[in-house]
């Protein structure tokens, strides 16, 4: 067996259609898995499938919101009548909301946040996990945080708050499944330029690139590697973890 084979393997990855969740795509079909991407907008669903299968890779993509458990469910139900089965879950798909000091955000605001980076990841593993365990399979469960979880986000509470729940998730359904051989982990990226990053102030950019050990951001290609180790058996003996892709940001001492 390679280290890093995923030969035969399906993975989904949400807000796989750009940016991070395109990066980890593209390290997953370069290792032979077969990838369904979920994501909203059609056009850039179609664009990332092009780019896939333009790397030699085979994907398709499902348009859902996922902040709506139906849509969820639905796409999965798409990828399994497609594929057959699902073996490995990237719930990356996920957002800032509203910038802004807490005081000042509506319950809508509040709401519509944890909708996209929280309750959108329990809407995806939840079919996954059933399925799973239906097939009696193991698999592989990774939700992509942030570094936001350890060291907060000013003025995107929201956003701290949510990162750092989906770890307490991690840990809880490592625990769920771990004899059923289900492995759970988090990667909590640093600064990497993306349609996210777009919106970022000058003032934090420049810090992001202060407090990088290498003084770089991080690149997407950066981010292939990790999603390969995380779908394959080498992780087998992984669960439960969060881990930091961040140049050293949350360690410099300044
Ligand atoms: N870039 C960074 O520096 C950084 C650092 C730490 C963590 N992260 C995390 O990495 C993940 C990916 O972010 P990114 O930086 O790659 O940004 P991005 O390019 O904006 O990607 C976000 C992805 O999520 C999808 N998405 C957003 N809302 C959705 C919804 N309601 N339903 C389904 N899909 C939805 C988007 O596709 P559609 O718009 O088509 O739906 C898109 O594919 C996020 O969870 C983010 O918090 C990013």
Redesign the pocket.
Known sequence: MELFDLSDKVAIV?????????AYAKGLVKAGAQVAI????KR??NQAVEALTALGGDAIAFA????RRDEALDAFQATVDHYQKVDICFA?????GRSGRLHQLTSEEWQAVL???LN?VVHTYQPVLQHLLDRGAPGKLIV?????ALVGAGFASG?AAT?AAVLGLTRALAVEYGRKGIQVNAI??????????SNATDVFREAMLRRSCSGKY?TLEQMEGIAVFLASASSDFMTGQSIVLDGGNTIYPL
Do not use: F, H, M, Q
Not at 38 to 41: A, E, M, S, V
Not at 64 to 67: P, R, S
């Open positions: 949400t807000g796989g259609n750009g940016g991070i969740g395109l979920w994501g909203r907008n850039k669903n859902a919101d996922l902040t990356n798909a996920g957002g800032v909708d996209l980076n959108s992509t945080s942030s570094i936001a956003y990162k909590l990226p640093g600064y990497i330029e993306t349609e996210l990053t991080g």
